[in-house]
């Protein structure tokens, strides 16, 4: 037991002391030294795995106690300066010099193990020692979220580029010595008030009070760049059988399995006043799953509750770009004497490379007024969450060095001022502009900005080079009314293609931001593979330039719309809509109906009058809104979407009457250590009578060598069409849970990912062109023979094997086509890759 006493002082000043504890023979770090402020018995903190160490005291406190086993004690005297570094040196317990006693090495067992017994018993009371175990509960919380670029060198400071962001540095608290800098580059935070009633279960959340560092909205999405750093530095709840950090699930120390996954050695037994603790140790049985490492503190009063965890991850784990990982994690009792969390700290360094600049943030969560057993009227418990009260102009500003449980350290007290200082500046403008237009392809041009670039050049066999421009307004022409136009050409067929519309607002906000309330005016002509509808990318993107097979088979769409879209809180939206639409059919592709002569009619144009409504429900959903796409920050919450289209005969030149019914559902799987399942299921009805196959489903086919997740990555353009199907698609993830077994794979960090896409559905035979001459014919490919059919007895099926994190950020799979085999120009298998950017 080690003992560090500093002087004490009567001053109530804030100090903060940071350093490194460190072996005195060895001079290698001491890992999860325990660093407690005497007096302030649930306060303090502990040296992470590389021995190091920041703690800030608010009072008169100057004692600190620092427990580490087989350490003798030793004291140091700090000084009274407000910021203090100390590298500390502990020598061995009866350290015999020049004398080595090795202990025989015995097989690890869980079979009479009194640490695993012991953690069977927290694992047992697991419930009782939770938030979710009371009857009633409710609390005032306090989170924060610092994150900025570290360890950055005097030489990387001094830079001329940083000349005059020079006020931006800020001594790093966590840095060895003073001459390592950090970038604070984005805080957030927020109190609340939580309500939480076990029957019926209901948790409500009012936010008292909220502030951010907000960037230019033209370049970035404020509240999506919020929530994502909150889904990768999720709260830590060690009495979850899993824990999510980074998107990943790691296997909690306490979980009903983590005897099976992790080893426990009883290290020490601590007596904090009349508390009676015991310290566990745990280490991962294999260094590569997604597992922690660390200590917990388990109360001997009969609870078994956890008043104390430190825990990091292994070097050798499989995760990408981090540094370092680290939590801990402070309990305290609470009015009916049960222990409750009163805070969680969370730091996550992201780095290339071990050594060098890197990014590093932290998730600082406080309970305070944490009252157990309090019982309030029902409509408390049914507030909604995330509910805010704004202040009105009359009312006092938010004082938050009132309600801030610890004050700011100081390289986050001017975060706010740096970054609003920095919006203001001319060079970092620039800067923002030029990457907007490398990450998001748009140039900001006053009022309006032009791109997406990526969309600037393409081509296809039926438009040949094709050459586009185009551009939209921003909410500096208007926080009300939005247009976007671009008009392409192609060197081949020589015609020009365009679009154009008109947004108006009904909520002032922009179009491509949430909530999403608007009135859409909209006409096009253009090109279109039938069937095609890609996400996140748009089909004259240059990297959908490169297919396989032919790809001949082209529309010329001309189309009228009119779209309304609400979105609500609680992910609710709701569409309508009215589309005119013609179709003109190009490159080999035709529209061919058989007369009641015997001979066959080739048809220009196909008319269709259409109006549409859709429901789409994704609860607790998250996404960074980009320029065009909202890329979605996936959760283990459902996604549901519902449609219906009716097409009107007679209305606008409309040519046939029918209806279509969509619906869909999308949900993420968690497997704990055995990884993670992206399901999707999705289905179609069609009614009505001699409709032709363009206005049936045509099924999503992928002929470019990239995996597309949504689309059939085997089946070709326009093979399969039908009126009413059901659909299955599931992406596997493993994590590497096989290849951390194989040695040189587990070194390469590889991952298994496995897919299984399967659809089965028909035509009936009023739709069917086998069996009815009321409908266009089946299409043919450039040899005159039929290229698309529909559902024969069995399902269209694909599978394929992968791995995945090649290189970080590739993933290559061996897809199979598993039946229709005997198609024209089937391919029986392909090799196709996908980059994927994954912790």
Known sequence: MVVILFAVSGSAQTIIIKGKVKDGYTLEPIPYASINVVGLSSYGTASNERGEFSLQING?????????????????????????????????????????????????????????????????????????????????????????????????????????????????????????????????????????????????QEVLAQKQADFDPRFVDNSGLSNYLKRLYDEVEIYDNNVTILTNQFLSPIANTAPNFYRFYITDTIKNGTEELVELSFFPRNKSNLLFKGKLHVTMDGKYAVKYAVMSVNKEINLNFVRGLDVELFFDKDNQDKYYLTKSDLDIEFSLTGKGKGIRGKRVVM???????????????????????????????????????????????????????????????????????????????????????????????????????????????????????????????????????????????????????????????????????????????????????????????????????????????????????????????????????????????LNTTEVHVGVRWAPNEQFYQGKNYRTPIVNEFPIFNLNYTAGLKNVLNGEYNYHNFTAGAFKRVYLSQLGYADVNIDGTYILGNNIPYPLLTIHRANQTYAYQLSSYNLMNFMEFVSDHHAALQVQYYMNGFLFNKIPLLKKLKLREVFSFKGIYGGLRDSNNPDISNQVYEWQRNSDGVVSSYTFEGSPYMEASVGVANIFKILRVDAVKRLSYLDHPNAPNWGIRARIKFDF
């Not at 086993?69 to 004291?75: A, Q």
């Not at 900025?148 to 790093?172: P, T, V």
């Not at 004082?399 to 007290?413: F, G, S, V």
């Not at 393409?458 to 976007?484: H, I, K, M």
Request: net charge neutral; glycine share 6%.
């Open 60 to 204: 008169p406190q100057r004692t600190l106690s620092i427990s580490s086993v087989g350490y003798d004690v030793r004291e140091v005297t700090l000084s009274e300066e407000n910021e203090q570094y100390e590298d500390i040196f502990l020598y061995a317990q009866n350290a015999i010099e020049a004398v080595s006693v090795k202990a025989p090495k015995l097989k690890y067992s869980n079979k009479d193990n009194p640490a695993v017994e012991l953690i069977r018993q927290v694992v047992a009371h697991r419930d009782e020692n939770r938030l979710t175990g009371q009857d009633y509960v409710e609390y005032n919380q306090y989170e924060k979220i610092v994150l900025g670029l570290s360890n950055l060198s005097e030489k990387f400071k001094n830079r001329k580029i940083f000349k005059n962001y020079q006020f931006l540095f800020q001594q790093d608290s966590l840095g060895t010595d003073d001459s390592s800098y950090v970038l604070p580059a984005f805080m957030e935070e927020k109190y609340t008030k939580n309500y939480y009633r076990k029957n019926p279960k209901t948790t409500s």
């Open 367 to 605: 309970l305070d007024n944490y009252t157990s057993g309090l019982v309030r009227a029902d409509s408390v418990y049914q507030t909604a969450r995330n509910t805010t009260n704004t202040p009105s102009a009359n009312q006092t500003p938010v004082d938050w060095t009132a309600i801030r449980p610890e004050p700011l350290a100081a390289n986050e007290a001017v975060v706010y001022q740096n970054i609003e200082g920095l919006q203001n500046m001319s060079s970092f403008k620039r800067i923002m502009d030029i990457s907007s237009l490398v990450l998001a392809g748009y140039k900001q041009a006053g009022p309006v900005e032009i791109g997406p670039v990526n969309t600037f050049y393409s081509y296809n066999p039926v438009e040949g080079l094709r050459l586009r421009l185009g551009g939209r307004t921003t909410e500096q022409l208007s926080e009300r009314f939005y247009a976007e136009a671009f008009g392409a050409y192609g060197t081949r067929d020589q015609q020009w293609k365009y679009f154009v519309s008109g947004t108006y607002a009904l909520n002032k906000k922009s179009p491509y931001k949430f909530p999403q309330h608007y009135i859409r005016a909209s006409v096009s002509h253009d090109t279109k593979i039938p069937g095609q509808n890609l996400d996140f990318i748009q089909e004259d993107n240059i990297l959908l330039s490169f297919k396989r097979g032919e790809d001949l088979s082209y529309l010329y769409n001309e189309q009228y719309r009119l779209d309304y879209k609400l979105e609500m809180e609680g992910n609710f939206a709701f569409t309508s809509g009215l589309n005119v639409w013609k179709q003109m059919p190009a490159g080999v592709l035709a529209y061919r109906q058989i007369q009641p002569d015997g001979t066959t009619r080739n048809i220009s144009e």
